[in-house]
Protein backbone atom coordinates (compact mmCIF):
# COMPACT_ATOMS: atom_id res chain seq x y z
CA UNK A 1 0.00 0.00 0.00
CA UNK A 2 1.24 3.30 -1.01
CA UNK A 3 1.58 6.63 1.39
CA UNK A 4 -0.72 7.82 -0.87
CA UNK A 5 -3.45 5.99 -0.07
CA UNK A 6 -3.12 5.82 3.33
CA UNK A 7 -5.33 9.13 3.84
CA UNK A 8 -8.06 7.69 2.04
CA UNK A 9 -8.30 4.74 3.39
CA UNK A 10 -8.27 6.78 6.65
CA UNK A 11 -10.68 8.55 5.14
CA UNK A 12 -13.14 5.56 4.31
CA UNK A 13 -12.65 4.39 7.81
CA UNK A 14 -13.36 7.27 9.48
CA UNK A 15 -16.79 7.87 7.44
CA UNK A 16 -17.41 3.82 8.25
CA UNK A 17 -17.41 4.96 11.55
CA UNK A 18 -19.24 8.16 11.66
CA UNK A 19 -22.40 5.95 9.42
CA UNK A 20 -22.00 2.91 11.96
CA UNK A 21 -22.51 5.74 14.96
CA UNK A 22 -25.01 7.14 13.09
CA UNK A 23 -27.02 3.99 12.84
CA UNK A 24 -26.61 3.26 16.24
CA UNK A 25 -27.94 6.50 17.53
CA UNK A 26 -31.08 6.18 14.90
CA UNK A 27 -31.41 2.89 16.97
CA UNK A 28 -31.68 3.97 19.78
CA UNK A 29 -35.27 4.58 21.49
CA UNK A 30 -36.33 8.12 22.31
CA UNK A 31 -35.68 8.82 26.07
CA UNK A 32 -38.85 8.25 27.93
CA UNK A 33 -40.91 10.90 29.29
CA UNK A 34 -40.21 12.45 33.63
CA UNK A 35 -42.89 12.21 36.03
CA UNK A 36 -43.57 14.81 38.62
CA UNK A 37 -46.17 13.33 40.94
CA UNK A 38 -47.70 15.65 43.30
CA UNK A 39 -49.92 13.86 45.90
CA UNK A 40 -52.12 16.24 48.30
CA UNK A 41 -53.74 15.26 51.39
CA UNK A 42 -57.04 15.83 52.63
CA UNK A 43 -57.54 18.20 49.15
CA UNK A 44 -61.45 18.10 48.55
CA UNK A 45 -62.59 19.62 45.71
CA UNK A 46 -62.63 23.00 46.85
CA UNK A 47 -60.13 24.52 44.19
CA UNK A 48 -60.99 27.42 42.28
CA UNK A 49 -61.71 26.21 38.96
CA UNK A 50 -63.81 23.16 39.93
CA UNK A 51 -66.00 26.20 40.97
CA UNK A 52 -67.15 24.11 44.17
CA UNK A 53 -66.81 26.64 46.66
CA UNK A 54 -66.41 29.98 45.50
CA UNK A 55 -63.92 30.77 48.02
CA UNK A 56 -60.98 29.00 47.45
CA UNK A 57 -58.01 30.70 46.51
CA UNK A 58 -56.17 28.07 44.49
CA UNK A 59 -54.34 30.00 41.53
CA UNK A 60 -51.68 27.75 41.07
CA UNK A 61 -53.67 24.94 41.01
CA UNK A 62 -55.62 26.41 38.89
CA UNK A 63 -52.92 27.57 35.94
CA UNK A 64 -51.71 23.72 35.99
CA UNK A 65 -55.35 22.95 34.86
CA UNK A 66 -55.13 25.74 32.31
CA UNK A 67 -52.26 23.96 30.91
CA UNK A 68 -53.47 19.98 30.33
CA UNK A 69 -56.35 18.09 31.49
CA UNK A 70 -58.97 18.52 34.73
CA UNK A 71 -61.10 15.64 35.76
CA UNK A 72 -63.79 17.36 37.41
CA UNK A 73 -65.47 14.19 38.70
CA UNK A 74 -62.47 12.18 39.87
CA UNK A 75 -62.73 9.84 42.73
CA UNK A 76 -60.95 8.09 45.12
CA UNK A 77 -61.03 4.17 45.62
CA UNK A 78 -61.43 4.74 49.10
CA UNK A 79 -61.86 7.74 51.48
CA UNK A 80 -59.42 7.52 53.85
CA UNK A 81 -55.73 8.10 53.52
CA UNK A 82 -54.17 3.97 53.76
CA UNK A 83 -56.81 2.45 51.80
CA UNK A 84 -56.79 5.20 48.54
CA UNK A 85 -53.08 5.48 48.57
CA UNK A 86 -52.44 1.81 48.60
CA UNK A 87 -55.13 1.32 45.66
CA UNK A 88 -53.69 3.95 43.60
CA UNK A 89 -50.47 2.77 43.80
CA UNK A 90 -50.66 -0.43 43.74
CA UNK A 91 -53.47 -0.43 40.99
CA UNK A 92 -55.64 -2.64 42.95
CA UNK A 93 -58.76 -2.25 44.42
CA UNK A 94 -59.59 -2.36 48.35
CA UNK A 95 -61.77 -5.51 47.34
CA UNK A 96 -58.71 -7.21 45.95
CA UNK A 97 -56.15 -5.93 48.27
CA UNK A 98 -58.38 -6.44 51.44
CA UNK A 99 -57.10 -2.34 52.30
CA UNK A 100 -59.95 -1.03 53.83
CA UNK A 101 -59.31 1.35 56.27
CA UNK A 102 -55.78 3.50 57.79
CA UNK A 103 -55.10 0.63 60.23
CA UNK A 104 -54.76 -1.90 57.37
CA UNK A 105 -51.04 -3.48 56.65
CA UNK A 106 -50.62 -3.00 52.98
CA UNK A 107 -47.41 -5.00 52.49
CA UNK A 108 -49.54 -7.85 53.45
CA UNK A 109 -51.09 -7.98 50.35
CA UNK A 110 -49.56 -5.88 47.97
CA UNK A 111 -46.26 -7.76 46.86
CA UNK A 112 -43.01 -5.87 46.58
CA UNK A 113 -41.81 -4.31 43.09
CA UNK A 114 -45.23 -3.76 41.59
CA UNK A 115 -46.45 -0.50 43.24
CA UNK A 116 -46.36 2.50 40.77
CA UNK A 117 -43.03 3.78 41.81
CA UNK A 118 -40.95 0.33 42.06
CA UNK A 119 -42.67 -0.67 38.43
CA UNK A 120 -40.78 2.69 37.14
CA UNK A 121 -37.59 1.99 39.25
CA UNK A 122 -37.41 -1.61 37.43
CA UNK A 123 -37.74 -0.08 34.26
CA UNK A 124 -34.98 2.31 34.05
CA UNK A 125 -36.14 5.34 35.87
CA UNK A 126 -34.72 7.24 38.58
CA UNK A 127 -37.44 7.15 41.19
CA UNK A 128 -37.48 9.92 44.01
CA UNK A 129 -39.58 10.58 46.55
CA UNK A 130 -40.35 12.96 49.08
CA UNK A 131 -43.19 13.65 52.29
CA UNK A 132 -46.59 11.75 52.26
CA UNK A 133 -46.72 9.38 49.48
CA UNK A 134 -48.06 6.00 51.23
CA UNK A 135 -49.70 6.69 54.44
CA UNK A 136 -46.66 6.46 56.47
CA UNK A 137 -44.81 8.33 53.89
CA UNK A 138 -42.12 5.94 52.88
CA UNK A 139 -43.60 2.72 52.17
CA UNK A 140 -41.37 0.48 51.35
CA UNK A 141 -37.84 1.64 50.94
CA UNK A 142 -37.15 -1.16 48.15
CA UNK A 143 -39.44 1.03 45.87
CA UNK A 144 -37.32 4.12 46.09
CA UNK A 145 -34.20 5.15 44.15
CA UNK A 146 -33.50 7.71 47.46
CA UNK A 147 -36.29 9.39 49.53
CA UNK A 148 -36.48 12.26 52.05
CA UNK A 149 -38.57 13.57 54.84
CA UNK A 150 -38.42 16.71 56.49
CA UNK A 151 -37.60 15.88 60.29
CA UNK A 152 -39.33 18.21 63.03
CA UNK A 153 -42.41 18.36 62.17
CA UNK A 154 -44.51 22.11 61.73
CA UNK A 155 -43.94 24.35 64.70
CA UNK A 156 -46.21 24.57 67.56
CA UNK A 157 -48.93 27.33 68.04
CA UNK A 158 -48.50 27.33 71.41
CA UNK A 159 -51.15 30.05 73.00
CA UNK A 160 -52.68 30.44 69.77
CA UNK A 161 -53.52 26.78 69.39
CA UNK A 162 -57.70 26.58 69.65
CA UNK A 163 -60.29 23.57 68.62
CA UNK A 164 -62.98 24.03 66.36
CA UNK A 165 -65.01 21.10 68.30
CA UNK A 166 -62.68 18.45 68.09
CA UNK A 167 -60.40 20.14 64.84
CA UNK A 168 -57.36 21.38 65.80
CA UNK A 169 -56.60 24.91 64.39
CA UNK A 170 -54.32 28.07 64.40
CA UNK A 171 -52.54 30.75 62.41
CA UNK A 172 -48.94 29.96 63.56
CA UNK A 173 -46.56 33.17 64.10
CA UNK A 174 -43.98 31.17 61.64
CA UNK A 175 -42.39 31.80 58.31
CA UNK A 176 -43.18 29.52 55.20
CA UNK A 177 -40.71 27.61 54.99
CA UNK A 178 -40.16 26.47 58.89
CA UNK A 179 -43.50 23.84 57.76
CA UNK A 180 -42.06 20.40 56.54
CA UNK A 181 -44.14 21.01 53.72
CA UNK A 182 -42.26 23.54 52.14
CA UNK A 183 -38.82 21.72 53.73
CA UNK A 184 -39.50 18.66 51.06
CA UNK A 185 -41.05 21.07 48.46
CA UNK A 186 -37.27 22.37 48.73
CA UNK A 187 -35.80 18.94 48.55
CA UNK A 188 -37.91 17.95 45.29
CA UNK A 189 -36.66 21.36 43.83
CA UNK A 190 -33.27 20.80 44.11
CA UNK A 191 -33.82 16.93 42.25
CA UNK A 192 -35.28 18.99 39.46
CA UNK A 193 -32.16 21.14 39.18
CA UNK A 194 -30.00 17.79 38.49
CA UNK A 195 -28.91 16.41 35.85
CA UNK A 196 -29.56 13.02 34.86
CA UNK A 197 -28.83 9.92 32.58
CA UNK A 198 -32.27 8.62 33.21
CA UNK A 199 -35.83 9.38 33.02
CA UNK A 200 -36.76 10.10 36.87
CA UNK A 201 -40.28 9.84 38.67
CA UNK A 202 -40.14 12.22 41.31
CA UNK A 203 -42.99 12.25 43.54
CA UNK A 204 -43.73 15.24 46.19
CA UNK A 205 -46.17 14.71 49.16
CA UNK A 206 -47.95 17.66 50.60
CA UNK A 207 -49.27 16.78 53.98
CA UNK A 208 -51.46 20.18 54.17
CA UNK A 209 -54.72 20.92 54.26
CA UNK A 210 -54.48 17.33 56.62
CA UNK A 211 -55.20 18.04 60.03
CA UNK A 212 -54.11 20.26 61.91
CA UNK A 213 -54.94 23.22 60.10
CA UNK A 214 -51.89 25.05 61.48
CA UNK A 215 -50.35 27.44 59.03
CA UNK A 216 -48.83 30.83 58.84
CA UNK A 217 -51.09 33.90 59.69
CA UNK A 218 -51.23 35.34 56.14
CA UNK A 219 -52.85 32.37 55.04
CA UNK A 220 -55.84 33.13 57.13
CA UNK A 221 -56.08 36.78 56.33
CA UNK A 222 -56.64 35.53 52.61
CA UNK A 223 -60.32 34.48 54.35
CA UNK A 224 -61.39 36.97 56.65
CA UNK A 225 -63.38 35.47 58.89
CA UNK A 226 -66.33 37.98 58.48
CA UNK A 227 -66.83 36.50 54.89
CA UNK A 228 -66.47 33.19 55.45
CA UNK A 229 -69.43 31.26 54.37
CA UNK A 230 -70.73 28.08 55.36
CA UNK A 231 -71.30 24.87 52.95
CA UNK A 232 -74.77 24.48 52.13
CA UNK A 233 -76.33 22.42 54.51
CA UNK A 234 -80.67 21.71 55.24
CA UNK A 235 -82.12 20.69 58.45
CA UNK A 236 -82.45 16.77 59.21
CA UNK A 237 -80.04 15.80 56.27
CA UNK A 238 -79.89 11.99 57.57
CA UNK A 239 -83.39 11.59 57.91
CA UNK A 240 -83.56 9.74 54.37
CA UNK A 241 -80.14 7.67 55.17
CA UNK A 242 -80.12 3.85 56.09
CA UNK A 243 -78.82 3.45 60.02
CA UNK A 244 -75.31 2.23 58.26
CA UNK A 245 -74.97 5.50 56.42
CA UNK A 246 -76.12 7.76 59.51
CA UNK A 247 -73.36 5.15 61.58
CA UNK A 248 -70.52 6.51 59.19
CA UNK A 249 -71.81 9.95 59.53
CA UNK A 250 -71.55 10.05 63.12
CA UNK A 251 -73.29 13.28 63.25
CA UNK A 252 -73.33 12.77 67.20
CA UNK A 253 -69.20 13.28 66.68
CA UNK A 254 -67.74 15.72 65.23
CA UNK A 255 -71.14 18.18 64.08
CA UNK A 256 -72.07 17.67 67.36
CA UNK A 257 -68.87 19.16 69.09
CA UNK A 258 -68.75 22.04 66.33
CA UNK A 259 -72.04 22.97 66.60
CA UNK A 260 -71.62 23.11 70.92
CA UNK A 261 -67.82 24.99 69.78
CA UNK A 262 -69.77 27.73 67.74
CA UNK A 263 -66.71 27.58 65.23
CA UNK A 264 -68.36 26.52 62.06
CA UNK A 265 -66.79 29.58 60.64
CA UNK A 266 -63.27 29.20 61.81
CA UNK A 267 -63.46 25.42 60.93
CA UNK A 268 -64.12 26.34 57.17
CA UNK A 269 -61.62 29.40 57.41
CA UNK A 270 -58.45 27.21 58.45
CA UNK A 271 -59.44 24.45 56.06
CA UNK A 272 -59.43 27.37 53.41
CA UNK A 273 -56.16 28.85 54.59
CA UNK A 274 -54.53 25.18 54.54
CA UNK A 275 -55.82 24.52 51.40
CA UNK A 276 -53.95 28.21 50.00
CA UNK A 277 -50.84 27.37 51.78
CA UNK A 278 -50.46 24.06 49.57
CA UNK A 279 -51.63 25.76 46.76
CA UNK A 280 -48.10 28.24 46.89
CA UNK A 281 -46.14 24.73 47.02
CA UNK A 282 -47.79 23.49 44.09
CA UNK A 283 -46.68 27.11 42.63
CA UNK A 284 -43.23 26.43 43.55
CA UNK A 285 -42.89 23.18 42.17
CA UNK A 286 -44.54 24.19 38.86
CA UNK A 287 -42.28 27.06 38.76
CA UNK A 288 -38.69 24.85 39.57
CA UNK A 289 -40.22 22.81 36.81
CA UNK A 290 -40.33 25.20 34.07
CA UNK A 291 -36.84 26.93 35.05
CA UNK A 292 -35.36 23.50 35.00
CA UNK A 293 -35.55 23.45 31.00
CA UNK A 294 -37.72 19.92 31.92
CA UNK A 295 -41.04 21.34 31.20
CA UNK A 296 -41.70 20.25 27.35
CA UNK A 297 -40.16 16.40 28.49
CA UNK A 298 -42.05 15.90 31.53
CA UNK A 299 -45.74 14.65 32.73
CA UNK A 300 -47.27 16.09 35.50
CA UNK A 301 -50.03 14.84 37.51
CA UNK A 302 -51.30 16.20 40.68
CA UNK A 303 -54.13 14.27 42.87
CA UNK A 304 -56.02 14.64 46.28
CA UNK A 305 -55.60 11.43 48.10
CA UNK A 306 -59.80 11.75 48.56
CA UNK A 307 -62.86 14.35 49.56
CA UNK A 308 -63.28 16.07 52.86
CA UNK A 309 -66.24 16.91 54.68
CA UNK A 310 -66.65 20.01 56.05
CA UNK A 311 -70.18 19.57 58.11
CA UNK A 312 -72.34 18.33 54.70
CA UNK A 313 -74.87 15.95 55.46
CA UNK A 314 -73.76 16.74 59.29
CA UNK A 315 -70.19 14.87 58.79
CA UNK A 316 -66.57 16.06 58.76
CA UNK A 317 -63.65 14.60 58.09
CA UNK A 318 -63.41 11.74 55.26
CA UNK A 319 -64.78 8.41 55.76
CA UNK A 320 -68.25 8.30 53.78
CA UNK A 321 -69.33 7.13 50.54
CA UNK A 322 -70.99 10.53 49.47
CA UNK A 323 -69.64 12.83 47.33
CA UNK A 324 -67.75 14.89 49.16
CA UNK A 325 -65.69 12.16 50.89
CA UNK A 326 -64.46 10.85 47.69
CA UNK A 327 -64.11 13.38 45.33
CA UNK A 328 -60.92 15.34 45.04
CA UNK A 329 -58.93 17.03 42.03
CA UNK A 330 -56.75 14.98 39.24
CA UNK A 331 -55.05 17.54 36.83
CA UNK A 332 -52.72 15.51 34.15
CA UNK A 333 -50.40 17.35 31.98
CA UNK A 334 -48.93 15.68 29.05
CA UNK A 335 -46.42 17.27 26.78
CA UNK A 336 -47.61 16.12 23.09
CA UNK A 337 -50.38 14.51 24.54
CA UNK A 338 -52.80 17.00 26.16
CA UNK A 339 -54.19 20.04 23.89
CA UNK A 340 -52.48 22.53 22.77
CA UNK A 341 -53.14 25.62 24.93
CA UNK A 342 -55.29 28.31 23.57
CA UNK A 343 -55.19 32.18 23.77
CA UNK A 344 -57.67 33.38 26.20
CA UNK A 345 -58.46 29.72 27.31
CA UNK A 346 -59.23 29.14 30.88
CA UNK A 347 -58.90 26.29 33.25
CA UNK A 348 -62.53 25.79 33.08
CA UNK A 349 -62.36 25.21 29.59
CA UNK A 350 -60.06 22.23 30.33
CA UNK A 351 -62.15 20.17 31.84
CA UNK A 352 -63.32 16.87 31.56
CA UNK A 353 -66.77 16.04 33.12
CA UNK A 354 -66.67 12.21 32.68
CA UNK A 355 -66.31 10.53 35.90
CA UNK A 356 -62.68 8.88 37.12
CA UNK A 357 -61.77 7.10 40.05
CA UNK A 358 -57.51 6.42 40.86
CA UNK A 359 -57.01 3.48 39.77
CA UNK A 360 -56.62 4.87 36.47
CA UNK A 361 -53.66 6.43 37.38
CA UNK A 362 -51.29 4.17 37.34
CA UNK A 363 -52.03 2.59 34.00
CA UNK A 364 -52.35 6.47 32.41
CA UNK A 365 -48.65 7.16 33.50
CA UNK A 366 -47.16 3.71 32.15
CA UNK A 367 -48.95 4.10 28.47
CA UNK A 368 -47.67 7.70 28.81
CA UNK A 369 -44.42 6.88 29.47
CA UNK A 370 -43.98 3.81 26.91
CA UNK A 371 -44.03 1.45 29.43
CA UNK A 372 -45.61 -2.35 29.88
CA UNK A 373 -48.59 -2.73 31.86
CA UNK A 374 -48.47 -5.16 35.02
CA UNK A 375 -51.18 -7.61 34.77
CA UNK A 376 -52.63 -7.10 38.12
CA UNK A 377 -54.18 -3.55 37.39
CA UNK A 378 -57.70 -2.95 37.58
CA UNK A 379 -58.01 0.50 36.16
CA UNK A 380 -58.54 1.85 32.62
CA UNK A 381 -55.98 4.37 31.03
CA UNK A 382 -57.05 8.15 30.78
CA UNK A 383 -55.30 8.31 27.88
CA UNK A 384 -57.90 8.85 25.33
CA UNK A 385 -59.83 11.18 27.67
CA UNK A 386 -56.08 13.35 27.82
CA UNK A 387 -56.33 13.81 24.10
CA UNK A 388 -59.95 14.55 24.02
CA UNK A 389 -61.58 15.21 27.35
CA UNK A 390 -64.91 14.73 25.99
CA UNK A 391 -64.43 11.39 24.74
CA UNK A 392 -66.95 8.50 25.78
CA UNK A 393 -66.07 6.44 29.09
CA UNK A 394 -68.89 4.17 29.60
CA UNK A 395 -67.22 2.86 33.06
CA UNK A 396 -68.32 4.48 36.43
CA UNK A 397 -65.97 5.64 39.20
CA UNK A 398 -66.12 2.64 41.83
CA UNK A 399 -65.17 3.78 45.66
CA UNK A 400 -65.13 1.28 48.70
CA UNK A 401 -65.23 2.03 52.65
CA UNK A 402 -64.60 -1.20 54.50
CA UNK A 403 -65.80 -4.88 52.90
CA UNK A 404 -69.21 -4.92 51.57
CA UNK A 405 -70.12 -0.91 51.31
CA UNK A 406 -69.70 0.52 48.01
CA UNK A 407 -70.63 3.39 46.05
CA UNK A 408 -70.84 3.89 42.07
CA UNK A 409 -70.73 7.01 40.34
CA UNK A 410 -72.13 7.29 36.71
CA UNK A 411 -71.90 10.46 35.00
CA UNK A 412 -75.93 11.72 36.54
CA UNK A 413 -76.46 9.48 39.04
CA UNK A 414 -74.45 8.17 42.86
CA UNK A 415 -75.84 4.54 43.93
CA UNK A 416 -74.31 3.79 47.42
CA UNK A 417 -75.36 -0.13 48.92
CA UNK A 418 -73.75 -0.87 52.25
CA UNK A 419 -72.97 -4.52 53.96
CA UNK A 420 -76.09 -4.91 54.88
CA UNK A 421 -77.86 -4.28 51.58
CA UNK A 422 -79.77 -1.07 52.58
CA UNK A 423 -79.45 1.71 49.65
CA UNK A 424 -78.63 5.37 48.51
CA UNK A 425 -79.10 6.96 45.21
CA UNK A 426 -78.64 10.27 44.23
CA UNK A 427 -79.50 11.91 41.04
CA UNK A 428 -76.49 14.23 40.63
CA UNK A 429 -78.18 16.58 38.03
CA UNK A 430 -80.75 17.40 39.65
CA UNK A 431 -79.25 17.43 42.95
CA UNK A 432 -75.66 17.88 43.23
CA UNK A 433 -75.50 18.27 46.96
CA UNK A 434 -77.23 14.97 47.87
CA UNK A 435 -79.76 15.72 49.93
CA UNK A 436 -82.47 13.72 48.53
CA UNK A 437 -81.95 9.55 48.64
CA UNK A 438 -84.35 8.41 45.72
CA UNK A 439 -83.47 4.54 46.52
CA UNK A 440 -86.52 3.52 47.42
CA UNK A 441 -88.41 5.09 44.13
CA UNK A 442 -89.25 2.66 42.04
CA UNK A 443 -88.89 4.82 38.99
CA UNK A 444 -85.08 4.18 39.85
CA UNK A 445 -85.03 0.73 40.00
CA UNK A 446 -83.33 -0.35 36.47
CA UNK A 447 -81.05 2.70 37.31
CA UNK A 448 -79.96 1.32 40.60
CA UNK A 449 -80.05 -2.29 38.96
CA UNK A 450 -77.51 -1.42 36.23
CA UNK A 451 -75.09 0.08 38.88
CA UNK A 452 -75.16 -2.81 40.88
CA UNK A 453 -73.42 -5.04 38.91
CA UNK A 454 -70.71 -2.30 38.99
CA UNK A 455 -70.18 -3.61 42.47
CA UNK A 456 -67.28 -6.24 43.31
CA UNK A 457 -68.03 -9.54 42.56
CA UNK A 458 -65.76 -10.88 45.55
CA UNK A 459 -63.81 -9.20 48.50
CA UNK A 460 -60.69 -10.10 50.16
CA UNK A 461 -61.05 -10.36 54.05
CA UNK A 462 -59.22 -7.13 55.99
CA UNK A 463 -55.72 -7.69 56.03
CA UNK A 464 -54.07 -7.36 59.35
CA UNK A 465 -53.27 -4.12 60.96
CA UNK A 466 -50.08 -2.54 60.85
CA UNK A 467 -48.04 -3.45 64.17
CA UNK A 468 -47.81 0.31 65.17
CA UNK A 469 -51.70 0.56 64.83
CA UNK A 470 -52.03 2.83 61.74
CA UNK A 471 -48.31 4.41 60.82
CA UNK A 472 -50.17 8.28 61.73
CA UNK A 473 -52.88 9.81 63.14
CA UNK A 474 -55.71 10.63 60.59
Not at 198 to 206: H, I, M, R
Not at 235 to 256: C, F, N, Q, S, V
Not at 323 to 352: F, K, N, S, W, Y
Not at 389 to 416: C, D, Q
Request: charged letters at 25%; one cysteine or more.
Amino acid sequence: MTRRSLPCLASSVFLLLAALASGLAAAEPPKRPNVLFIAIDDLNHWVGHLNRNEQAKTPHIDRLAARGVSFAHAYCAAPACNPSRAALLSGMRPSTTGVYHNPDDWTNSIGEGITLPAWFKSHGYHVAGAGKIYHGSLGRKSDWSEFHDAPGGDPKPGEAARMAGKLPIAALDAADEDLSDWKNVDWTIEQLGKDRDEPFFLACGLRKPHLPWNVPQEYFDLHPLDQVELPPTIPDDLADIPPAGRKMAKPEGDHAAILKSDMWHEAVQAYLAACSYTDVNVGRLLDALYASGHADDTIVCLWGDHGWHLGEKEHWRKFSLWEEATRAPLIVVAPGVTPEIMPGQTPEDRLCERPVDFLAIYPTLCELCDLPLPGHLEGESLAPLLADPNAERPTPALMTHGKGNHAVRSERFRYIRYADGSEELYDETADPLEHTNVAADPAFADVKRELARLLPATERKPVPPFKNGGREKD
